[in-house]
């Protein structure tokens, strides 16, 4: 895929969607690292059921500390992992304490230092929180940089230093949000909406094809086979 393509994919998601958001609800880099500790392995959805009562009783370091595994369990517990979550988290805030003064450090070491904090959560943090053109590369990312031909790679760190490296500097900012939201609606994994994709004329998927009305349809080697 060449530079052009690519700066006319990002303008058209651009277009549709001006100001991209976490669909995760927070309200302080606090709220958005516990935030996305819980979404691993779990929904945005689920995730949002459980933080209004959460936050509520404990929005800060110290706070969740004094909630205690038990306090923090009960507000977690229809979250996938969440005695794991659980002890990560209160982990976590220790150390926001005892190295940092209670706040989220801006650095992605510092960040990977905490408890259940990876490479893709501390990018998200630096991204949504702190406004660094940052990408995270989850499941949706990297599908949609292989499947497109927008930035392949073996691995998603591999899709992130290509996406990093190929990504106009205009659009680097708000690249995360737009690819992860074209993943999770429209080219999703067992079955692309090609049809109401605004890039599917730029998308170099090998396997589309005409459907009845006119529009485009994926077809894979396999019927359900991810990308």
């Known amino acids: 895929m060449n530079a052009a393509k690519r700066h006319e994919i990002f303008a058209r998601l651009r277009a549709a969607n001006p100001a991209p958001r976490s669909e995760l609800k927070f309200a302080s880099p606090f709220e958005l690292l516990v935030a996305v500790v819980l979404s691993a392995q779990a929904t945005d959805k689920s995730v949002n059921l459980a933080t209004p009562g959460l936050f509520r009783a404990a929005n800060s370091p110290e706070a969740m500390l004094k909630l205690g595994r038990r306090g923090l369990e009960r507000h977690i517990r229809r979250i996938g992992l969440y005695r794991t979550k659980a002890k990560n988290l209160l ?26 904090v990876g490479r893709k959560t501390a ?17 949706h990312i990297f599908r949609v940089a292989n ?37 999770r609606y ?17 998308c170099e998927f090998p396997h589309k094809s005409k459907d009845e009305g006119g529009g ?9 086979k991810k990308l």
């Open 186 to 202: 429209v080219c999703k994994a067992r079955k692309p909406d090609c049809p109401r994709c605004l890039i599917n004329d730029l």
């Open 91 to 116: 982990g976590a805030c220790r150390l926001l304490i005892e190295k940092h003064s209670g706040e989220v450090p801006r650095t992605r070491e510092a960040l990977q230092a905490l408890p259940g």
């Open 123 to 139: 990018n998200v943090i630096l991204n949504t929180a702190f406004g660094e053109p940052t990408i995270a590369v989850d499941t």
């Open 216 to 224: 485009m349809r994926a077809e894979g080697k396999k019927p359900g």
């Open 147 to 183: 499947r497109t031909g927008l930035a392949p790679g073996k691995d998603v760190v591999a899709v992130e230093k290509r996406l990093l490296k190929v990504v106009p500097e205009e659009f680097r900012l708000h690249a995360h949000h737009w690819l992860i939201l074209h993943g």
